[in-house]
C-alpha cells in the first residue's frame, strides 16, 4: 500500500504530529469550554499583537484542517469572538479552503493510486460522474453542513477530481455555513454547546440550499435543449410518442418497450423487419456454423464407433436449410406480431426533417422523441484493385449458393474467424489474412494461438501480420498482393469475403442536415443517456456505440425507449460495466469482464485461476475434452473480474459467471451451489473448486491433521 519509501516516510511524520497533538493535550485547547475561560487572555493578546494573531490563527487553522484534526469549529468560534464577524469570515473562509484542498491532495498522494488499482472496476462508474459533475457533486456536500468535512476531503482526494476544481468549489460551498459559525462566535458568551448552533431548522434551510446546484443543473439542463431546439418549431399536437428508424435488434425492442407502457409509436424499417441479425447475421451465420459442425462430426464417426464415412457436402441444400431457418424465426420479428402489439409498422426510407418530425412514404409523422436505431454496414477498405472482382461480404455472403474452391477471407475477427472454419469445413481451399499479429485481438493470445492451430488442423492457411496492398486480375485468375515483413505475399483466390469490421449507419436519413454529432468512431456522440446532442433524438444498438452485439443491442433499447418516453421525469445511465461476447467457432471463445491481458496492462492486481474442460467428465464423453475456464480475482479473494471460456458450448457456460459478476455474487457461491452431474456447467463449479483449493487455510489445515493424528490414537 505504501511500497514507496517517500510515501511511508510521509506517512510516518504525519502519523507523529497527530500523536504528539493528541499526547501533549493540545486538543484541550481546542474545546468550546477552554475558549471561554480563556477568552480574555487571548482578546489581550489580540490587542497587543494583532498581525502576529491574525498569521498564528490563519497557520493553526489551515493545519488543524489540513490534518483532519478536531477543533476548527472552535477555532471558528475563536476568530469571531477575537477579530469580529468580517476579518474572521475572511479568515476562515480562505484557511478552511486551503486546509481543505490541502487534506484532499494528501490523501490523494497518499491513497488514490492505491484505491484506484485495487477498486477501479467498481469506481468506473463513480470516476466518469465526478469528471463531469464533480463540482455540483461538491457544492451539494459543501453547502450541507450535516457531512463532516474532512471525510469530504479524504474521499474526494481517491477521485479524478482537478485540485483547482476542488480548491474554488470548496470556497464557495463553505462560506455560508462559514457564515453562520461566524456568526455565532461573535456571541460566544451565550453559546452553551456546539450542537447549538445548528437548529433543526437552520440544517432544515441548509439542506434546501444544499438541493441549489441540483435545480441549477436541472436549469442549465433546460437552457441547452431549448437552445438544441430552437430553430425548429414545436408542434401543438404530436401523432407519435416515439418514433423509431431501423426494425433491428434494438429497433424491435425499443418499440416493443413503448407499446408495453401504453405509448404511441411507429416503427419504420426501409427493408425487412429484423434488420442484420435476422437476415444476414446472428441467425443464417449460426445456422450455417450448425450444418459446418455437424459435417465435422460426420468425419469423427468412427470415434464415436460409426461406420460409413463422412456425409458429401450439398452446399446449394446448406444454404437452403439457412433460409429456412431464417424464415422460422421470421415472425418472431414481423409486421404482423408487432402491429398486433399496437406498433404502427411503416415501410419505407425515412428522413429526420426536424427533432420533432419524421418523413416517410409521403407522410410527416411528427413525434415527441425518436430513437435511432439504424444498426451498420460492413466496412469495405479502399485496397486498390478490390473493385474489379466480386468480393463477398457479410452482407452478401447469403446469396451463395455454389461452394467456392479458394475462398480468401481477409480479417481476423469474430466474424471472419466464424466463416473461415465454417467454409473450410465444408470444402474450401481456405486462406485467412489478417495485418493484426494475431486473430481475435481482443481476447488472449493463448486463445488466438489454440485457435490458429485448431484451424490449420483443419486445413486453413493463417496469415497474420500480412496487410493487403492490392488486387490483380492476372490472365483470370484473382491475386491478393499482401506485404508481409517487407516482402511482397501474393495469395491466389476464386471468391473473397471482406470481414475487416462494421461502421456504423449514419447518412442517408437526414442527420447531417440537421447536426447530429458524431464521435471519433463514426458511431452518434451519445450521452450516458444515449442522447444526441438533440435532447429528443436518441440512440441504441450498432449506430451508437463500440459493442456490436445483438444483446447488447436489445439492452441499450431499453434504456434509450425509458428515458425518450419519462425522460422529464427520471433518466437512467445506460449500465455497460458487462458486456458479455462469445465467438461461435469450434471451439466456442466466450469472455465477459477482464481477459488477463487487460488486467496486465492496466495494473489491476489480480489471480488466475484455471480449470482445464479435459478434466470434466461430461466434456470427455461427448468427445470434446478441449479448451479450459479462465477466471480472474482480485488477490486473496473470491471476486469475479473476469472469465474467459474456450470449449464446447462456451457461450451457454458464461451465462452463470455474468449473473454471478452483475449481482455480486463471488466464487463460494458458486462452488456452494449444487450442479447437476454430469453436465457442462459442472465445469464452472470445479473452476470454483479450484480457486477453493488454491485458498485453503494451510496453516489451520496442518493443526487438523494433528488433530485426526490424536484422534486416531
Same mark, same amino acid.
Given at each position: ?6 510515501? *511511508?516516510? &510521509?506517512?510516518l511524520?504525519?502519523?507523529l504530529?497527530?500523536v ?11 474545546? +468550546? ?8 487572555a ?13 498569521g ?15 477543533? =476548527? ?10 477579530f ?17 484542498t ?11 493510486d ?5 477498486f ?7 470516476n @466518469? ?5 464533480g463540482?455540483?457533486y ?10 463532516p468535512?474532512?471525510v ?15 480548491y ?24 452553551? #454547546?456546539?450542537?447549538? &448552533?445548528?437548529?433543526?431548522g437552520l ?11 441540483? +435545480?441549477?443543473?436541472?436549469? !442549465?439542463e ?18 407519435y ?5 431501423g ?10 418497450i413503448a ?7 411507429? *416503427? ?12 444476414t447475421? $446472428?441467425?443464417?451465420?449460426?445456422a ?6 455437424m459435417?465435422a ?9 460409426l ?12 444454404? /437452403? ?8 424465426v421470421?415472425?418472431? %420479428? ?9 406498433? %404502427? ?14 418523413e ?7 413525434t ?7 444498426g451498420a454496414e460492413? &466496412? ?10 466480386d ?7 447469403w ?16 466474424i471472419? $474467424?466464424?466463416?473461415?472454419?465454417a467454409?473450410?469445413?465444408f ?15 481482443r481476447? %488472449?493470445p /493463448? ?12 486445413? !486453413? #492457411? ?11 486480375v492476372?490472365?483470370g485468375?484473382?491475386? +491478393?498482393? $499482401? ?6 505475399? @501474393? ?21 447531417e442536415?440537421?447536426?447530429v ?15 444526441t ?25 431499453w434504456?434509450? =425507449? ?7 421525469f ?11 461476447? $462469445? ?5 466456442e471463445?466466450?469472455? !465477459?469482464g ?8 492496466r495494473?489491476?492486481?489480480? /489471480? ?7 478434466? +470434466?467428465?461430461?466434456?470427455i464423453?461427448?468427445g470434446e ?14 471476486? &469475479? ?12 457456460l ?6 454471478a ?12 451451489t449444487?450442479?447437476?452431474?454430469p ?9 470454483a473448486?479450484?480457486w ?10 496442518k493443526? !487438523?491433521?494433528k ?7
Amino acid at each position: 500500500m505504501f511500497g514507496n519509501g517517500k510515501k *511511508l516516510w &510521509i506517512v510516518l511524520a504525519l502519523a507523529l504530529v497527530v500523536v504528539l497533538f493528541f499526547s501533549l493535550g493540545l486538543h484541550h485547547y481546542l474545546t +468550546l469550554a477552554e475558549l471561554k475561560s480563556r477568552q480574555a487572555a487571548f482578546q489581550q493578546y489580540y490587542a497587543a499583537h494583532r498581525a502576529l494573531s491574525l498569521g498564528l490563527y490563519f497557520a493553526l487553522y489551515v493545519l488543524v484542517t489540513a490534518l483532519s484534526l478536531p477543533g =476548527a469549529a472552535v477555532m471558528t468560534l475563536a476568530g469571531a469572538a477575537l477579530f469580529g464577524f468580517w476579518p474572521a469570515l475572511l479568515l476562515v473562509s480562505f484557511a478552511s479552503s486551503i486546509g481543505a484542498t490541502l487534506a484532499f491532495l494528501i490523501s490523494r498522494f497518499l491513497l488514490r493510486d492505491w484505491v484506484q488499482s485495487r477498486f477501479g472496476e467498481r469506481l468506473q462508474a463513480l470516476n @466518469a460522474g465526478i469528471r463531469t459533475e464533480g463540482g455540483f457533486y461538491l457544492f451539494t456536500l459543501r453547502l450541507v453542513p450535516i457531512f463532516p468535512f474532512f471525510v469530504i476531503n479524504l474521499l474526494m482526494g481517491l477521485t479524478p477530481m482537478r485540485t483547482r476544481t476542488y480548491y474554488w468549489v470548496s470556497q464557495i460551498g463553505m462560506l455560508p455555513g462559514t457564515a453562520v459559525y461566524v456568526n455565532a462566535g461573535t456571541q460566544l458568551g451565550q453559546i452553551e #454547546r456546539l450542537g447549538g &448552533i445548528l437548529s433543526p431548522g437552520l440544517l432544515l434551510s441548509f439542506a434546501l440550499l444544499g438541493t441549489f446546484p441540483l +435545480l441549477a443543473r436541472k436549469a !442549465v439542463e433546460v437552457v441547452r435543449q431549448r437552445r438544441a431546439l430552437k430553430d425548429f418549431p414545436r408542434p401543438k399536437r404530436f401523432d407519435y410518442n416515439l418514433v423509431v428508424l431501423g426494425a433491428g435488434a434494438a429497433g424491435l425492442v425499443s418499440a416493443y418497450i413503448a407499446t408495453a407502457v401504453k405509448a404511441r409509436v411507429a *416503427l419504420i424499417e426501409k427493408d425487412q423487419m429484423g434488420g442484420d441479425c435476422l437476415h444476414t447475421g $446472428c441467425v443464417p451465420s449460426k445456422a450455417l456454423i450448425r450444418s459446418a459442425r455437424m459435417l465435422a462430426y460426420s468425419r469423427r464417426a468412427e470415434e464415436f464407433g460409426l461406420r460409413g464415412g463422412a456425409a458429401a457436402v450439398d452446399f446449394a441444400r446448406v444454404m /437452403e436449410r439457412v433460409r429456412e431457418v431464417v424464415k422460422k424465426v421470421e415472425p418472431h %420479428d414481423s409486421v404482423e406480431r408487432y402491429t398486433a402489439l399496437g406498433v %404502427d409498422c411503416i415501410k419505407g426510407a425515412a428522413r429526420i426533417s426536424s427533432p420533432y418530425a419524421v418523413e416517410v412514404a409521403g407522410r410527416t409523422l411528427t413525434t415527441r422523441s425518436i430513437i435511432v436505431a439504424t444498426g451498420a454496414e460492413p &466496412i469495405v477498405p479502399s485496397i486498390p484493385g478490390l473493385d474489379q472482382v466480386d468480393y463477398l461480404t457479410s452482407t452478401s455472403l447469403w446469396q451463395l449458393r455454389d461452394l467456392p474452391q479458394r475462398l480468401l477471407v481477409l480479417g481476423g475477427g469474430p466474424i471472419g $474467424c466464424e466463416l473461415t472454419q465454417a467454409f473450410a469445413r465444408f470444402g474450401s481451399e481456405v486462406t485467412q489474412v489478417d495485418m493484426a499479429p494475431r486473430l481475435l485481438m481482443r481476447e %488472449d493470445p /493463448e486463445v488466438a494461438a489454440f485457435l490458429r492451430t485448431r484451424f490449420e488442423s483443419e486445413g !486453413v #492457411r493463417v496469415l497474420t501480420n500480412h496487410a493487403a496492398k492490392e488486387v490483380r486480375v492476372e490472365e483470370g485468375e484473382n491475386i +491478393l498482393m $499482401c506485404e508481409h515483413q517487407g516482402q511482397t505475399v @501474393a495469395v491466389p483466390f476464386d471468391a473473397i469475403l471482406v470481414a475487416v469490421g462494421r461502421r456504423a449507419r449514419t447518412t442517408g436519413f437526414g442527420l447531417e442536415e440537421l447536426g447530429v454529432r458524431l464521435s471519433e468512431g463514426g458511431t452518434l456522440d451519445a450521452d450516458p443517456f444515449l442522447r444526441t446532442n438533440f435532447p429528443n433524438i436518441f440512440c441504441a444498438g450498432d449506430v451508437a456505440g463500440s459493442y456490436q452485439f445483438t444483446h447488447i443491442a436489445a439492452h441499450q433499447a431499453w434504456y434509450a =425507449a425509458i428515458n425518450a418516453l419519462f425522460g422529464d421525469f427520471r433518466k437512467f445511465r445506460a449500465d455497460d460495466r458487462l458486456i458479455p461476447w $462469445c465467438t461461435f467457432t469450434d471451439p466456442e471463445v466466450a469472455r !465477459v469482464g477482464l481477459s488477463e491481458s487487460e488486467a496486465r496492462q492496466r495494473n489491476i492486481p489480480h /489471480e488466475v485461476t484455471r480449470f482445464a474442460l479435459a478434466e +470434466l467428465d461430461r466434456a470427455i464423453a461427448e468427445g470434446e475434452e478441449h479448451g479450459w475456464v479462465k477466471i480472474l480475482t482480485p488477490p486473496g479473494k473470491d471476486q &469475479i473480474l473476469g472469465v474467459t471460456i474456450v470449449g464446447h458450448h462456451a457461450g451457454d457456460l458464461l451465462a452463470e459467471y455474468i449473473l454471478a459478476m452483475k449481482h455480486g455474487l463471488g466464487l463460494n457461491k458458486i462452488f456452494a451451489t449444487i450442479h447437476p452431474y454430469p453436465t457442462l456447467a459442472e465445469a464452472n463449479k470445479l473452476a470454483a473448486g479450484e480457486w477453493k483449493k488454491a485458498h485453503a487455510p494451510k496453516k489451520l489445515l496442518k493443526w !487438523v491433521e494433528k488433530y485426526h493424528a490424536w484422534r486416531r490414537g
